[in-house]
């Protein structure tokens, strides 16, 4: 546990501490940080995704199914959950704020921590790439699109023929078309094709793809330094739904399905990352629930401090017991 603290949590903690008094500085704005994590989530993450998996066996993506069917049964079961929480219990929220919080407290955001997390605690393999390519597949390839077509549903019934309609497709077309999302999918199609990957091409990939942590974390405290920080029952609600029911969901579905328990601990800790810094770009952008949505992101990333060692000893004990 303290080489967990030691080598996962502190480096996080300092490296999005320098990049939060940069942002109090003025040294960077939010701009810059939104110029980062393009660079991370359409050249770094997408390099380091595609160099794991691609070395990955034929076997090894068959004994991870079952991880991928309990990530997108558990991360989008809580995703819709939010959803109806707070769109039904919360009566002055819209659709599209519900649709907001789903993205946020919803989803994790793997595409920015995932490697920084992971890799310090279970080492640089193939699994670990693995596991943060198929959660980043259902955050980026389902999740996302799901959040879009109900923002939009909601924000066309508020101008109604105002709005021009469009395909529900439409997002998930989108989505698809990013780097994060068919880099890794052409990973597994190479490596179900039985392609051989040539050694002497990884390391072109892996200069670029070295940044991706460090950067994505970096650029996450620059986005906590522009934030106004808000408190009230909504951001306690997020921040509970994603720090403790996400993980526990995911916990409980894993151990049902009899996952591997090197992976499921994986997934434990990949789910109880901090709220999806995606969903906070699709707020801004949307201009809808920015001060409560990054407010609930702001409070997971104080309290992911305390919850990371706290799942990965409580999934330890869960193992042992069943």
């Keep these: 546990m303290l080489h ?27 701009d810059d940080a939104k110029k980062f994590n393009k660079v991370v989530l359409d050249y770094a993450l997408p390099a380091a995704l595609f160099v794991s998996i691609v070395q990955a066996s034929r076997e090894d993506l068959a004994k991870d199914l079952r991880l991928t069917l309990v990530s997108l049964v558990g991360i989008m079961g809580c995703f819709m959950l939010v959803y109806f929480v707070f769109r039904y219990c919360f009566k002055k929220n819209t659709g599209a704020d519900a649709a907001v919080s789903a993205l946020i407290s919803g989803s994790p955001t793997i595409g920015f921590l995932g490697f920084a997390v992971l890799e310090p605690i279970f080492g640089t393999t193939p699994a670990v790439a693995l596991v943060v390519a198929i959660v980043g597949i259902v955050v980026n390839a389902v999740g996302i699109p799901v959040g879009l077509s109900l923002m939009n549903a909601s924000l066309e019934k508020q101008q109604a023929g105002t709005a021009k309609k469009t395909s529900a497709w439409q997002p998930v077309i989108h989505a698809l078309e990013q780097p994060v999302a068919w880099g890794p999918i052409l990973a597994v199609v190479l490596v179900l094709c039985g392609v051989h990957w040539p050694d002497w091409l990884s390391p072109s990939f892996n200069l670029i793809a070295k ?24 951001v306690v609600l997020g921040s509970i739904m994603k720090m403790v029911l996400m993980p526990l969901v995911i916990l409980v579905l894993g151990m049902i399905w009899g996952m591997d328990a090197f992976n499921l601990k994986m997934l434990v800790v990949a789910a109880a990352l901090p709220p999806a810094f995606s969903g906070i770009i699709i707020a801004d952008e949307y201009d809808t629930y920015v001060a409560t949505g990054t407010s609930s992101l702001t409070l997971s990333v104080i309290l992911f401090v305390g ?3 706290l799942w990965i000893w409580l999934t330890d004990m869960a193992l042992k017991m069943f």
Excluded: E, H, R
């Design 4 to 30: 967990i603290i030691l080598y996962a949590i502190v480096p996080i903690v300092v490296v999005m501490l320098a990049g939060f008094i940069s942002g109090k500085k003025g040294i960077f704005s939010g």
């Design 211 to 234: 940044a991706n942590a460090s950067l994505a974390v970096f650029s996450a405290g620059i986005t906590l330094s522009a934030i106004k920080f808000t408190f009230n029952w909504q």
């Design 307 to 309: 919850f990371c060692p």
